[in-house]
């Protein structure tokens, strides 16, 4: 089964500091206290931040509905099944008889699908 996951990514303008175009929950622009323009300076932006940054991937797509990043994933659904049942005349009167029965079900969680495999 493939389904979509959604995401909201920092969009370039965010990565390198350009926060003015940042919307709060009730779609008004937020204010970043004590940055003019909401522009933080690069300076001031670590070399540790860049590199968690680079892990993030790139937004896919201009989404208007809280997010800009979308990527299928799939999932499996597993299920073993064993039935077994046994009959035995012992005489005209007597019989033996019984089954068991025994089922499994599992799912495997969602993976990303990477394009090409």
Same mark, same amino acid.
Request: glycine residues 10%; hydrophobic residues 30%; positive net charge.
């Given at each position: 089964?493939?389904?979509?996951?959604?995401?909201?990514?920092?969009?370039e303008?965010?990565?390198?500091g350009?926060?003015?175009?940042?919307?709060?929950?009730?779609?008004?622009?937020?204010?970043?206290?004590?940055?003019?323009? $909401?522009?933080?300076?690069?300076s001031?932006i670590?070399?540790?931040?860049? *590199?968690?940054?680079s892990?993030? &991937?790139? %937004?896919?797509?201009a989404?208007?509905?809280?997010?800009?990043?979308?990527?299928?994933?799939?999932?499996?659904?597993?299920?073993d099944?064993?039935?077994?049942?046994?009959?035995?005349?012992? $005489?005209?009167?007597?019989?033996?008889?019984?089954?068991?029965?025994?089922? *499994?079900?599992?799912?495997?969680? &969602?993976? %990303?699908?990477?394009?090409?495999?």
């Open positions: 089964m493939t389904a979509c996951q959604t995401g909201l990514m920092p969009t303008a965010e990565r390198s350009d926060l003015s175009q940042v919307l709060g929950l009730d779609g008004q622009p937020v204010e970043i206290a004590g940055f003019p323009g $909401n522009l933080i300076p690069q001031l670590s070399s540790q931040a860049r *590199d968690l940054l892990l993030y &991937p790139q %937004p896919n797509f989404g208007s509905a809280g997010y800009n990043y979308q990527i299928p994933t799939q999932s499996a659904t597993h299920q099944s064993l039935q077994s049942r046994f009959n035995k005349m012992i $005489n005209r009167k007597n019989m033996v008889n019984g089954g068991f029965n025994f089922q *499994d079900t599992r799912s495997d969680s &969602p993976k %990303p699908v990477r394009p090409g495999g």
